[in-house]
């Protein structure tokens, strides 16, 4: 009989030594980066090559086309589907001396079509089905399961809106101010977030209001944004170190509620602050699990800077933008990443680890240090060809505000207190569209400033990265071809997860 494991060291040494094949399936390797360090067998299989082929975990099938994809679903599905794919995980399974089981797979997004084309594959997919994953992600049923719980959003109300007149009464019947936030159940890094003052405000996105049968009104707090991230498992929800959220940034994203960035530091939030929120988080993980939902979640709470009160925001159930953070956190890094504990939960491994010695180190320790990332986007409302981009590695910037490159690396803790790690994700010759996601940039140094706003380094950070990347006006040829496809390349939701 085979005794379970008992401790975190434990763990991560049977991970170290797993042969068994695993793969994250996604554009970029980004929410699980530096996995590979940690899980033996384990193989990035992504579109973008981010690094120019010079990362051995990461593998990038040949394109010998230039397919256009409408979600990032759909770009998955081809990966599974690509020749050289399927020739690498026959290759991997090949090699093993001994017989194993299914090779295992990872995704950020997937959808019935993938689960079937897993089991074509014999693929075992270290997830919750696609339909307990849709139902939680619901921002409508996320809000039910937290008043369920004692964790409780900003005031609102789940309900139908047809008219700028219904919201208006809507929102009076309900104490809900003269300003409004309204989300529709689903959306993608804030693009159905509205912000709503006035009618004017309400026409613009009406359309997408009126279609659904349900969405939520929230009246409109002046608060700070955070995320903090979790594993829901057999023996309780683990939960990591609370982080600052930047929104909205317009240096960063075009869209006004959207996610843009993230800080890791030990003085942005109290002690009891980071009490109470591991203590929801909790709460949140074993009602998500009593549910169907296990494994990794992200959550994102709203601190209201005039009464002091702590509301869900949101609860992403899958990995995020904020999962790098996480994992390649001094605190994970020194136990053990966060995610292990979710590929613990989907596999045949009997554990019986007791939460809570990692959740007391998490509040204890998990903010040590000053980590930060930022998402810089493409914010023109216009198509452009890129014609310059930095590569992915190490840089400085100058005081003329040009970025320096340093050195290759594939590591973001290879930077330095006064270096970045850029990770470009759009390169040469790429369609630079609205919203397109151009880097990832890591700093050593706070993001966001104690008034909210990006802290002056960071704000030379963003306009040295921006000012790398080049573009120029598409040709006639090209613009012709847009028009005959309605779309110019590679389309599909940000990288990072959060919505």
Not at 237 to 258: A, Q, R
Not at 473 to 483: F, K, N, R, S
């Amino acid at each position: 009989m085979t005794l379970p494991i008992t401790s975190l060291s434990a763990l991560a040494e049977h991970w170290k030594h797993n042969t068994t094949p695993y793969y994250f399936v996604s554009p970029t390797h980004f929410n699980l980066m530096g996995t590979e360090n940690w899980v033996g067998g384990w193989t990035h299989i992504n579109f973008l090559d981010v690094f120019d082929g010079s990362h051995p975990g990461i593998f990038v099938p040949l394109r010998t086309e230039s397919p256009v994809f409408e979600s990032m679903e759909a770009l998955n599905a081809y990966l599974l589907g690509h020749r050289d794919v399927i020739q690498k995980m026959g290759e991997d399974r090949a090699s093993l001396s001994i017989p194993s089981p299914n090779s295992r797979v990872i995704f950020l997004f997937f959808d019935d079509t993938i689960e079937a084309l897993c089991a074509e594959l014999h693929l075992d997919i270290c997830l919750p089905s696609h339909a307990i994953c849709r139902e939680m992600d619901s921002k409508i049923v996320a809000t039910q399961l937290g008043n369920s719980v004692g964790v409780l959003s900003v005031p609102n109300v789940l309900t139908e809106i047809r008219s700028y007149k219904d919201l208006v009464e809507t929102a009076a019947a309900h104490q809900l101010g003269t300003e409004w936030v309204v989300q529709t159940p689903y959306g993608d890094s804030g693009k159905t977030t509205f912000f709503i003052s006035n009618e004017a405000d309400y026409n613009q996105v009406a359309s997408e209001i009126e279609s659904q049968p349900k969405v939520k009104v929230m009246k409109r707090i002046q608060c700070v944004g955070t995320a903090i991230e979790a594993c829901a498992t057999r023996c309780g929800t683990f939960v990591g170190p609370l982080m600052g959220e930047l929104i909205g940034d317009p240096s960063l994203t075009p869209y006004p509620g959207g996610w843009c960035g993230n800080d890791l530091v030990s003085e942005a939030f109290t002690p009891e602050l980071r009490r109470r929120t591991q203590e929801m988080t909790q709460r949140l993980g074993d009602a998500l699990y009593a549910k169907g939902y296990r494994g990794y979640f992200e959550v994102d709470y709203l601190l209201d800077t005039q009464s002091s009160d702590v509301y869900l925001g949101e609860i992403n159930p899958r990995l995020s933008g904020v999962t790098a953070m996480t994992n390649l956190s001094p605190f994970c890094q020194s136990h053990i990443p966060l995610f292990l504990l979710h590929l613990t939960e989907f596999s045949d491994l009997k554990f019986d680890i007791n939460p809570a010695e990692f959740n007391r180190d998490s509040l204890a320790v998990g903010a040590a240090g000053h980590t930060a990332q930022f998402i810089l986007k493409y914010t023109p409302d216009e198509l452009n060809i890129i014609t310059a981009a930095p590569k992915s590695g190490i840089y400085r910037h100058t005081d003329a505000g040009e970025l320096v490159f340093q050195r290759d690396s594939t590591d973001r803790r290879d930077a330095g207190p006064d270096e970045a790690f850029v990770l470009r994700i759009m390169t040469t010759s790429e369609y630079a569209y609205h919203g397109a996601d151009l880097a990832i940039v890591f700093l050593n140094t706070p993001l966001i400033g104690p008034d909210q706003k990006l802290a002056p380094t960071a704000a030379d950070w963003i306009a040295a990265t921006r000012r790398a990347f080049v573009t120029r006006p598409l040709t006639e040829d090209e613009e012709t071809m847009v028009a005959r496809y309605n779309n110019p390349g590679v389309s599909f939701k940000g990288i990072g997860g959060n919505e």
